[in-house]
């Protein structure tokens, strides 16, 4: 199993255990969880090999979605001994986003040899499956949060093409990506790092338009 097939298991676990994360907190029933666990886990997945025109993965390798569905049960069993399952979800989140940024931006690198692709790819691959979580859930939206999100994904996307570009081995091209990406997002949830946001300003006066 390459570094990548790790990577994905690995992404599709964390992703699924905030989709699980975001049901108990709705206190949702079993079925709940699993759909929940399964459109986070496998979601930006299936958009990023359905734009690529890919095998979708998980009906090539059917282990992502019992993958999913482990880590919902188990999460439906053990969630109530958490404290905070919120701050647990935004960090969770993080590793997932990390990894998908990695293995996304490789994908679409394969599959199409251009860096622009796969920097795309990675940056939708990373967060589609969270945006769909927390509209699903009716949960604040992580696109919609003051920290620093997307940026993050970008920045594992961006380090893994180049890198592999570069020539680097993709092993060590997926753990810098994964690096960037973690540490982009985790200082901002640490210390609330945000990139300017637009400020509406008065429109001018029909006089002043000429």
């Not at 293995?103 to 599959?111: P, V």
């Not at 859930?137 to 997307?150: D, F, G, K, T």
Request: glycine content about 10%; hydrophobic content about 55%; proline content about 4%.
């Amino acid at each position: 199993m390459t570094p990548l097939h790790v990577l994905d298991y690995a992404g599709v676990a964390v992703f699924a255990a905030t989709g699980a994360l975001a049901a108990s907190r709705k206190q949702l029933d079993l079925v709940g969880f699993l759909f929940l666990a399964g459109v986070t886990g496998i979601g930006g997945g299936t958009v990023r090999d359905v734009i690529l025109g890919l095998p979708v993965f998980w009906i090539r390798d059917h282990t992502y979605v019992l993958v999913c569905a482990a880590v919902a049960i188990l999460v439906f069993l053990g969630a109530h001994r958490l404290e905070s399952r919120y701050r647990l979800l935004l960090w969770l989140d993080a590793i997932g986003m990390s990894a998908y940024s990695a293995l996304g931006a490789a994908k679409g690198l394969t599959a199409t040899g251009s860096p622009v692709v796969a920097i795309v790819m990675g940056m939708l691959t990373a967060t589609f499956g969270g945006i769909m979580r927390d509209l699903l859930a009716n949960e604040p939206s992580v696109l919609l949060r003051p920290e620093i999100y997307v940026t993050a994904a970008l920045a594992g996307a961006t380090v893994f093409t180049l890198s592999d570009m570069a020539g680097f081995p993709e092993y060590a091209s997926a753990i810098l990506a994964f690096a960037a990406a973690f540490a982009v997002r985790g200082s901002a949830l640490r210390y609330g790092w945000s990139i300017p946001a637009y400020r509406a300003r008065p429109g001018r006066h029909p006089k002043d338009l000429g």
